[in-house]
């Protein structure tokens, strides 16, 4: 929504008591805004900080859904949980770099407890995660490709160990290989400079979903 300039100059022109009133009740209506300010304005911790105290929360989280797994689906609902832990993370404090870290994290601790009851759950029953780890895949390999090349190799271990752990999960090979994954990318660590195109052009053909 744009406003217009008049619009602009009259709350200019109001009372600063009676902006402080209209700021605190516009933002008990946005919980996000708010916090964004909050991260900006008043919290003493960096987004480094911030960053490990999301970690902490996505290894335990990783580790509590291992341990009450019922199904990929079930498994699928915790994921997206935590994955929304981690997009609220990056929205907030603009953190680039944890976004591809936690993400790497996030699925590989995730194929490392629970990969063999993945790949012994039935493709269809399995498909709707494997979908999702795939996609997660493709967000995490383009993040990693605009950033500058010198960064790359901070997060090398954890694309190749996701790269083997999928390997090694037939479920997820399949979704892979029908989304035009190509597992040797991460194995490798060998991401094509044009994967954003690939993705689009997948996209386009209604894969990924």
Not at 57 to 69: D, F, P, S
Not at 162 to 175: A, D, E, R
Request: net charge positive; hydrophobic share 40%; glycine share 4%.
């Amino acid at each position: 929504m744009t406003f217009d300039p008049e619009f602009k100059k009259a709350l200019q022109l109001l009372p600063g008591d009676v902006k402080d009133k209209l700021i605190l009740r516009l933002l008990k209506n946005d919980l996000h805004l708010a916090n964004q300010l909050r991260f900006k304005l008043v919290d003493t911790d960096s987004v480094e900080n911030k960053r490990e105290q999301v970690k902490t929360r996505v290894i335990k989280c990783i580790q509590l859904a291992t341990e009450r797994y019922y199904s990929a689906g079930y498994l699928l609902m915790d994921v997206r949980e935590i994955s929304g832990e981690i997009n609220e993370h990056v929205s907030i404090t603009k953190d680039k770099l944890g976004e591809i870290s936690l993400n790497c994290l996030m699925l590989r601790h995730l194929l490392e407890q629970n990969n063999e009851r993945i790949t012994a759950e039935k493709q269809g029953k399995a498909y709707t995660l494997c979908i999702y780890i795939v996609a997660r895949v493709y967000k995490i390999l383009m993040l990693i490709q605009k950033q500058h090349e010198d960064l790359h190799l901070e997060f090398r271990e954890d694309i190749e160990a996701i790269g083997k752990l999928i390997g090694n999960n037939h479920n997820i090979m399949k979704t892979a290989i029908h989304n035009g994954l190509d597992v040797n990318w991460l194995i490798h660590f060998n991401i094509p400079k044009n994967i954003a195109d690939l993705h689009k052009t997948l996209c386009e053909k209604g894969l990924l979903k």
